[in-house]
Nanobody, 111 residues
């Protein structure tokens, strides 16, 4: 079993920044393959970014140029640095590894 715990969400103004953390534990030996998703009210859950199986970052269109994913393998923790936040970034952000999900952390971007 793998446990994922997200933290770092909150209320931020337009243009602000947040850093989300995903701490993994259990039967996981590398942060490669950990992904960040988000789900806005009334919308489907969507992929934001991942650390691929080679340990390289991958970004979807919603994240490119504004978000950075990176991690600490020793601490089994993956971060999502989010800059230049917009109201449309408001969502619950989830950490995923294989079939395992965290409980999510709320990000609200307000004017």
């Amino acid at each position: 079993q793998v446990q994922l715990v997200e933290s770092g969400g909150g209320l931020v103004q337009i243009g602000g920044s947040l850093r989300l953390s995903c701490e993994a534990s259990g039967s996981i030996f590398s942060i490669n393959g950990i992904e960040w998703y988000r789900q806005a009210p009334g919308k489907q859950r969507e992929l934001v970014a991942r650390i691929n199986t080679l340990g390289l970052p991958y970004y979807t269109a919603v994240a490119k140029g504004r978000f950075t994913i990176f991690g600490d393998n020793a601490k089994k923790t993956v971060f999502l640095q989010m800059n230049s936040l917009k109201p449309e970034d408001t969502a619950v952000y989830y950490c995923n590894f294989d079939t395992h999900w965290g409980q999510g952390t709320q990000v609200t971007v307000s004017s």
